[in-house]
């Protein structure tokens, strides 16, 4: 990742991805997917995304947030919020990845490091009142 420009505030004008392209990915029924993420250097902020279906409709995990090289920072998208999206099919996903943004001006270059990538479904809650 190389920064080549910047706005008055000192950020980035520039974002990128990082995208893979899982053949038939369904991810119907599970809760959550994550991603650990952090950078070599500098900072940064981050999302991650999925585009799904046909229309390859965007869905990701919301406003960016801040990533640097202190340690790894988790980005998750809410599947249930996602699917509820017009156009969302999660039985079709197209490509999963992370988006950079915001890349603070430092004139040098950083490294994104993806630690895991998990996908999650809720355990669902046993009634402990059994007699």
């Known amino acids: 990742m ?11 004008k520039e974002s ?3 995208a893979i392209n ?4 369904n991810i119907t029924g599970l809760d959550t997917i994550s991603a650990k ?9 981050a ?4 585009k799904t279906g ?13 990533v ?27 490509i999963i990845g992370i988006k950079i943004e915001d890349v603070s001006y430092d004139g040098g270059t950083a490294k994104l490091y993806l630690k895991e990538v998990s996908l999650e479904k809720a355990v669902p ?3 402990q009142d059994v007699e």
């Not at 999302?47 to 999925?50: G, H």
């Not at 046909?54 to 801040?66: E, F, I």
Request: glycine share 10%; no cysteine; net charge negative.
């Open 16 to 18: 990128f991805e990082l």
């Open 68 to 94: 640097d090289s202190k340690g790894y920072t988790t980005l998750s998208i809410s599947l249930p919020t996602a699917a509820a999206g017009v156009g969302v099919d999660l039985a079709a996903v197209k």
């Open 54 to 66: 046909a229309d390859w409709k965007w869905s990701d995990s919301g406003d960016p947030v801040p």
């Open 125 to 127: 809650e046993v009634d």
């Open 47 to 50: 999302r991650l995304f999925i």
């Open 22 to 25: 899982p053949e038939k990915l």
């Open 2 to 12: 190389i920064n080549i420009g910047n706005d008055a505030n000192g950020s980035s």
């Open 37 to 45: 993420v952090k950078l070599s250097s500098g900072a940064a902020k």
